[in-house]
């Protein structure tokens, strides 16, 4: 079965700074989809920033970026130019043969004035 | 088209009463996923459909949980017999194909 990890349960970053937040999975599948999915306070669930398995080049949306690492199995997501915005929860997403998707725990990332 | 839709927002029950949630996808969207988030815990997967086909269910839908989508528009789930543990947010997703999954806002089930 396919896990996924996020060891950092909360972050805070300074507006306009730069925040990474970490992803680790673990899958013997060779061909999946990666996400991050942002969730606001009270608010529905939305996707950042996907990710396929047999691209090399890391995906990059505005402001977010990701660095994956496929033999690592390591899918960590920058957030450049920090936003008020930008505070949520942030979730890390496999999705793999099965179209449902698997969630890590999430990361709430603040960002400060 | 306003996005999936989730009936109610909220709903409180007593112990060993049934529920029933509705979802509404995106309209073009044949795929309907439900899921299940607890406080602090990332979404986890119960069921799918693909049109009015259930696809797939989580061990974690027991016996007291039923999904249904008769025509392949929009989708039930019933929860008979709550239990204290079935308290959570019922997440609805919806895709047109093995894509991006559009999720609703929830709906957030109390089990006194």
């Known amino acids: 079965a396919q896990t996924v990890t996020q060891s950092q349960p909360e972050m805070s970053v300074q507006e306009a700074e730069t925040v990474t937040l970490s992803c680790t999975y673990d899958?013997?599948?060779?061909?999946?989809?990666l996400f991050w999915y942002k969730q606001p306070p009270s608010r529905q669930m939305i996707l950042v920033i996907r990710?396929?398995?047999?691209?090399?080049q890391n995906a990059t949306e505005n402001r977010f970026s990701v660095n994956f690492q496929k033999a690592a199995k390591s899918f960590s997501l920058k957030i450049s130019d920090s936003q008020l915005g930008d505070t949520a929860m942030y979730f890390c997403?496999?999705?793999?043969?099965?179209?449902?998707?698997?969630f890590g725990k999430g990361t709430k990332l603040t960002v400060n004035p | 088209d306003t996005g999936v839709s989730q009936d109610p927002r909220h709903k409180i029950t007593k112990r060993g009463q049934n529920v029933t949630f509705r979802c509404d996808p995106i309209?073009?969207?044949?795929?309907l996923y439900w899921y299940r988030q607890t406080l602090g815990q990332g979404p986890e997967f119960l069921t799918y459909?693909?049109?009015?086909?259930?696809?797939?269910k989580s061990r974690l839908l027991s016996d007291r949980f039923s999904a249904e989508r008769p025509k392949g528009s929009f989708s039930t789930l019933e929860i008979q017999r709550t239990e204290q543990g079935d308290s959570a947010m019922y997440l609805c997703?919806?895709?047109?194909?093995?894509?991006?999954?559009?999720f609703g806002p929830g709906t957030r089930l109390t089990v006194l």
């Open positions: 997703a919806s895709s047109f194909g093995p894509d991006e999954q559009f």
């Open positions: 899958t013997s599948e060779n061909n999946y989809y």
């Open positions: 990710q396929e398995a047999y691209k090399q």
């Open positions: 997403a496999f999705q793999g043969g099965s179209e449902k998707l698997v």
């Open positions: 309209s073009e969207h044949n795929r």
């Open positions: 459909f693909q049109n009015e086909a259930q696809l797939e």
